[in-house]
């Protein structure tokens, strides 16, 4: 990722069209046509030879004889030609390019593979940035800059639309002008061999004349680029995903797995795996980076345009008030189908609206009197708004003769305005009521054509509002004594690697499982009648007896499992039995022989699964649901993408129908929730820790209210290929960066990156800073009492973007505590990165500042970056003597009446 010239594809100043031409219906044609027609104020300079002039300008036979260089290139030549022209505009100083010549789509994978890798060579991105190649250009109305082979320019706005389908980019452009819907910038990516989501979204972002980012997104290559952009963007503004084809994904997915794709244990080893990139996993890693996803291009604009300026809702209880009750239902219908809630009036708000009413009914959809006046409908609003169990009002209007909908419109409007919750409102009808959506729209009060419409928004918000949460919320501690042997587990899964096996047995799998905590019942193996009945006398009767067999991976199948089998010669028979079914029923199955079990008897306890799999796309992804032999018809599971940590577990469980099975019932007490969560967490934490392996899956696990169970797992490995932490689509927790150190005066300290859990801690430590320290710190006077969410914008940071070094240390109380803090956060393309520091009064002068100062310049230098920048004020002498100390140049900034502080990573020491 890099924003490195993303400013002249964005912002050019001069633009050169290479391969512009007078033939009507050829892409050099269409460019320049939309470039003199969009008014783009800059030069606009035709590369060709058929014509001295191509839409009134001067045309240039080559690249060198351009008499400006150009920002921005568009280059309409067919792509076997496209390297050697690129190679020309990068020599000429050219910044950026954007593909739009034909011939992408005729190449096998082979021939794109060599086309990229010669056009990479000949740009050096970032010297020159290339936007495509296959796609349709970008348009900046602000700029008046259509460099597109859209049919008709964009209005201006201040939503971004980030397209992958060059065939959606036009469609979404006209069904927006038709809807009177105007956009800041207009991108269509193409194939995206250098420009990506990624880099566009952290362009886009920080820029404050965008609201919202849209995408159209078909697949994603770099996984955690997208994910750590999507993420960086998301705190700052919405970021809405529209991506197709639920069915068919998942369809897809679902018969590569049954054609034993790659990562997957075997046609059927792990059921119901997701092999290629499914849907669900796309739908986990938005929601995991903060971002909305909607189902269709309406849906895409609704909540886009709802979320830019809306309230914050607070929850899914909905206040339906209408003059129609057909219109109340259908909308109540909607709310309840797609997950919502009707708010439950206290009786308080009951009698209020009874009085307003006049003795009407009171209920949700609340139905106003025919004839009511606009006031009669800001009076009951308003009387609905201060319901504690009303979290936003939804206002419909039905049209009536002798019923102004517009001058109720207005009233409603400058009540919604003023009031703290979320209010949106339909006015149903078309010429009337398209006035009264006018007014409100001038407003700022979202409006929609139909109550279904309205809802769908409404939802919206709620999902996002619940993403946006998952950003910031403060999980519960880990236990402290989660000490997994990594050491152990990954001598396991060598082993069996070096004996050129791919599937760990049942044992190594037991003992992998018991490395990371997960209780297992006692099993060994068998490779025969006489050896099972000897491992059934050590484990201790009643035991079971499994079949193993490589071409059958569920023995129940086949009659392959026997439970309580309480002596031998019980396990005798059983056995014979076994390889007696197993004869008749598949006989090209080979029997390796058994496992045997102790009986893990837990009754009355839940089934569940826990597995994990290698995604294509995303790395390792983590399942979780109903399980036991009836998993794959039941079908209830959910999936995410570790790290994890308690509320991330949570939040997994929750998605799916069982969760509200282990809440317990009269009859049964409540499942050990958090003891689930762990085990899921064990899991995430030995997935990234053992990168040899490739596919894990727990069934069932038992759960009930004395904890979990597993009754075993399946394991394949595979040779690592990368470390394990860099498999994964969101950067875990850097552990290798924790280091002890002592101070001056004898106390010891622990410098680690921060963790989401250390918000409390932080907080305590923000409130013992003095004064002076939080002036210095932040340039002036701040309040202290900062809230939830700048707590997690300082505890919960992107490891791939942001670091922040705490020294902890343990109180007398006994409890840790923080004395200190530096933080980076670095560009990025990685070329320089900006530090703060900030040390607790009472800890100056114990070494602790210069500590700090050489973790964070150590770890800036260790990932390449290329320079650390700090500003500090003019009288904070001792931060500047600090950064000398370490090498920086210090100069006076006469602008801002600040230091300026910058070391330089790439110098040689002399």
Sequence with gaps: MSLTNLDSLLSPKAVAVIGATNEPGNIGYLVMKNLMGGGFPGPVMPVSF?????????????????????????????????????DALRKRGTRSVVLMGPGYARLDDKSRARLKAELLEAAQPPSLRILGPKCMG???PSLNLNASLAHTASLPGKTAFLSQSDSLFTTVLDWAKSHGIGFSHMISLGAQIDVSFADIMDYLG?????????????????????????????????????????????????????EGASG?????????????????????????????????????????????????????RLAILVNGSSAGIMAADALLAHGGRLARFTDETTQALDKLLHGGLVANPLGLPFGAKPMDWVEILQTVLTDPGVDAALMLHVPFAGLSGVETAQAVALAAKKAKRMVLTSWMGSELAHKARAVFADAGVPTYETPEQAIRAFLYMVQFQKNQEMLIQTPDSLPTDFFPDTTAAREVCARALAEGRSDLTPAEAKDVLTAYGIPVVETQSATSARQAVIAADELGYPVALKLKSPQISQPQEVGGVYLDLEGPDKVWEAAASILSRVSRQRPDAYVEGFVVQKMGRRTGAHELFVSA???????????????????????????????????????????????????????????????????????????????QICALDINPLYADDGGVLSLGAKIRVAPETRPGAERLAIRPYPRELEECMVLKNGRKVTLRPIRPED??????????????????????????????????????????REMAFIATAISE??????????????????????????????????????????KMISYTKGRGTHHIKGQTMVENKAMQGLSKKFGFEISVNPDEELVDMVLDLTAKPE
């Excluded at 003095?770 to 002036?775: N, P």
């Design 206 to 258: 920080s820029d404050p004349l965008v609201r919202s980012i849209l995408l159209y997104v078909e697949s994603i290559h770099d996984a955690r680029g997208f994910v750590s952009a999507a993420r960086a963007a998301s705190r700052n503004k919405p970021v809405l995903a529209l991506r197709p084809g639920q069915g068919l994904q998942n369809a897809l997915a679902e018969l590569a797995a049954m």
């Design 264 to 316: 997957a244990i075997g046609a059927g080893s792990l059921p119901h795996g997701l092999n290629a990139t499914s849907d669900e996993v796309y739908d986990v890693a938005f929601r995991r980076a903060g971002m909305l996803r909607v189902e269709s291009i309406d849906g895409l604009f609704d909540a886009a345009q709802t979320l830019a300026g809306a309230k914050p809702v607070r929850g899914d």
């Design 50 to 86: 058929e014509a001295e002039a191509i839409a009134g300008v001067l045309t240039y036979s080559s690249v060198a004889d351009l008499p400006k260089t150009p920002d921005l290139a568009i280059v309409c030549k067919p792509l076997q030609k496209a390297p050697a022209i690129v």
């Design 759 to 800: 918000e409390p801690a932080h907080r305590e430590f923000i409130s013992k800073l003095s004064d002076e320290d939080l002036r210095l710190r932040f340039f002036g006077v701040v309040r202290r009492d900062f809230d939830h969410k700048d707590m997690a914008r300082f505890t919960q940071i992107d490891y791939d």
């Design 813 to 854: 109380g006994g409890l840790p505590e923080t004395l200190g803090v530096v933080r980076t956060a670095t560009k990025p393309d990685n070329t320089e990165a900006e530090f703060a520091i900030v040390v607790r009064s009472d800890q100056k002068g114990t070494g602790l500042g210069s500590l700090l100062f050489q």
């Design 138 to 140: 970008l348009i900046v």
């Design 613 to 691: 799999h290698l995604d294509p796309v995303f790395g390792p992804v983590i399942a979780f649901g109903h399980g036991g032999v009836a998993r794959e018809m039941i079908r209830d599971r959910a999936v995410t993408l570790p790290p994890l940590n308690m509320s991330l577990a949570h939040e997994l469980i929750s998605r799916t129908r069982i969760y509200n099975l282990l809440h317990g019932s009269p009859q049964h007490p409540a499942a050990d929730i958090d003891d689930i969560c762990l085990t899921i967490i064990q899991i995430s934490q030995l997935i990234i820790d053992v990168p």
